[in-house]
């Protein structure tokens, strides 16, 4: 008998979850978790191109596709985030904009993440007089969270938001 009723409790969560996403689309995203989803993948970025050019190696062809592959595997992630975000309510898309505007902010003063940001500005650093086009390749890491933001990128990268149909 007890068996029935945790089949019947069961069957209720599913029906109620199901008629919740039915009615919504989806159940509700918590901000500050999508927010720090997309922090989480900025940093990953930073810390996926710190280990690629490691050691500064010369921009060639092949360095040059690790590090578009990092931006790519990055935008796709954050794109599928900004769709979450796109159909939040205003007041939870400023919390998310808040959110990771605020930990963006202070990257280089977190016990976690400041050495990820230390090593991003090294390998800025090591590029920026040299092969301009490869320069902009890492430059363009530091502004990844704006894929989160439809809007932002639209304003920013009207082509990019063309190419991701947003």
Not at 30 to 42: G, H, L, R, S
Not at 108 to 118: F, I, M
């Amino acid at each position: 008998m007890q068996f029935m009723m945790s089949r019947r409790g069961m069957l209720s969560s599913i029906v109620a979850t199901t008629v919740l996403v039915g009615a919504t689309g989806a159940l509700a995203a918590d901000p500050k978790e999508i927010a720090n989803q997309v922090y989480q993948a900025y940093v990953e970025a930073m810390t996926r191109t710190n280990a690629a050019l490691e050691g500064f190696p010369e921009p060639t062809p092949e360095i040059a596709e690790t590090v578009d592959a990092i931006k790519e595997d990055s935008v796709t992630k954050l794109v599928a985030l900004g769709h979450e975000i796109a159909a939040m309510s205003d007041a939870d898309r400023k919390t998310v904009e808040g959110v990771v505007s605020s930990s963006v902010s202070s990257i280089h003063t977190k016990p976690e993440t400041k050495d990820v940001y230390a090593g991003y500005q090294a390998v800025w650093g090591a590029y920026v007089g040299g092969d301009q086009e490869f320069f902009n390749k890492i430059k363009s890491l530091n502004i990844l969270t704006q894929y989160a933001f439809f809007d932002l990128l639209r304003k920013q990268e009207p082509e990019e938001a063309d190419r991701l149909g947003v």
